[in-house]
């Protein structure tokens, strides 16, 4: 298993690489998730013109 994290003396660079591009996706959903939300409020009030 240690073998497996130290990824053959790679692990230091490859690991952090994984957790920063884990982050920008989850950054990315949420942003989405919001837009989603304010565009979905601004259909709901114009529907209501």
């Keep these: 298993m240690e073998n497996?994290?130290?990824m053959g003396g790679?692990?230091?660079f490859v690991w952090p690489?994984?957790?920063a591009a884990a982050l920008v996706l989850v950054a990315m959903?949420?942003?989405?998730l919001?837009?989603?939300r304010r565009a979905r409020?601004?259909?709901?009030?114009?529907?209501r013109r």
Excluded: I, W
């Design 4 to 6: 497996f994290f130290s």
């Design 10 to 12: 790679h692990g230091a």
């Design 17 to 19: 690489a994984y957790a």
């Design 29 to 32: 959903l949420a942003a989405s």
């Design 34 to 36: 919001r837009r989603l």
């Design 41 to 47: 409020k601004a259909l709901d009030g114009a529907d």
